[in-house]
Nanobody, 114 residues
């Protein structure tokens, strides 16, 4: 079964940047349409960015123009470059397929605070 391991989170000041990584095990990773999700305290998990196997991307309105999703199929890794971070971006960030069919990893905490 494919395992997902997220990393790269941390504490950053408003306006700062972080780059998240999601490493996936399994040789069929390149076939999956992948997404980055986040869950803030007391809120439901939401999809913030997606990338298809053909590298077509889409973003939630709340992050458009600030976040960039990319993938490296040779390394079975999906990235999320986050710029101009805001306090409302504070959440635990997860990756999964766009259908959310894989077992969820532990996520990586992103805290935006001064």
């Amino acid at each position: 079964q494919v395992q997902l391991v997220e990393s790269g989170g941390g504490l950053v000041q408003p306006g700062g940047s972080l780059r998240l990584s999601c490493a996936a095990s399994g040789s069929i990773f390149s076939r999956y349409d992948m997404g980055w999700y986040r869950q803030a305290p007391g809120k439901q998990r939401e999809l913030v960015a997606g990338i298809t196997s053909f590298r077509l991307t889409n973003y939630a309105d709340s992050v458009k123009g600030r976040f960039t999703i990319s993938r490296d199929n040779a390394k079975n890794t999906v990235f999320l470059q986050m710029n101009s971070l805001k306090p409302e971006d504070t959440a635990v960030y997860y990756c999964n397929t766009l259908a959310g069919i894989l077992r969820w990893g532990q996520g990586t905490q992103v805290t935006v605070s001064s």
